[in-house]
């Protein structure tokens, strides 16, 4: 087995410019922006009747549909009447668990990369709890929005190869 080496910029590349650019026009409507404050709000999945009613710039087939795309493209998952996966939030535990501090509890989020993401995302310092998924050493480390602190240093992450077919959320790396 080959150990294969990229910068950032090399995995990005590797992306679908297309795909990235609705994925980040879709994460920048008002429906998804109220699922993701709802998940820093509580931690737990979001009721969709409670996205509904929340909407009130489209009628509720409106706001069903564009979740429903939202699920298609991968940004939500939604099963049982609930969005329980809105990247980089899971209602459902993960190895990835990160403390928003202010007394606003801990979320689990889908992988590394989004545990790392979190400070930049909210503006706020976040703690991050995880194990390596080598060895099995607790980790944990601050983070606040312009990268991670010292105790970082000797840290890795490490990204594995996409399956075509995969397109759910990962619960390691």
């Keep these: 087995m080959t150990l294969e080496l990229k910068t950032a910029a090399e995995l990005i590349a590797l992306d679908l410019e297309g795909r990235q650019a609705t994925r980040r026009a879709a994460r920048e409507t008002e429906l998804l922006q109220r699922v993701l404050r709802a998940f820093v709000e509580r931690a737990g999945p979001v009721r969709v009747d409670e996205i509904v009613s929340a909407s009130t710039a489209q009628s509720p087939e409106g706001v069903f549909e564009?979740?429903?795309?939202?699920d298609e493209d991968d940004l939500v998952r939604i099963g049982g009447g609930r969005v329980d996966l809105a990247y980089p939030f899971s209602a459902d535990p993960t190895?990835?668990?990160v403390d928003l501090g202010a007394g606003r509890g801990e979320r689990?989020?889908?992988c590394a990369i989004d545990a790392l993401g979190m400070a930049p995302m909210l503006g706020q310092h976040v703690h991050i709890r995880s194990r390596c998924h080598h060895c099995a050493v607790p980790m944990d480390l601050a983070v606040d929005p312009s990268g991670p602190g010292q105790e970082a240093?000797?840290?890795m992450v490490w990204v594995g190869e996409r399956v075509v077919d995969?397109?759910?959320a990962c619960d390691s790396l």
């Design 108 to 110: 689990y989020v889908c």
């Design 95 to 97: 190895p990835f668990v």
């Design 153 to 155: 240093d000797d840290v």
């Design 166 to 168: 995969e397109r759910r």
């Design 66 to 70: 564009t979740l429903a795309k939202l």
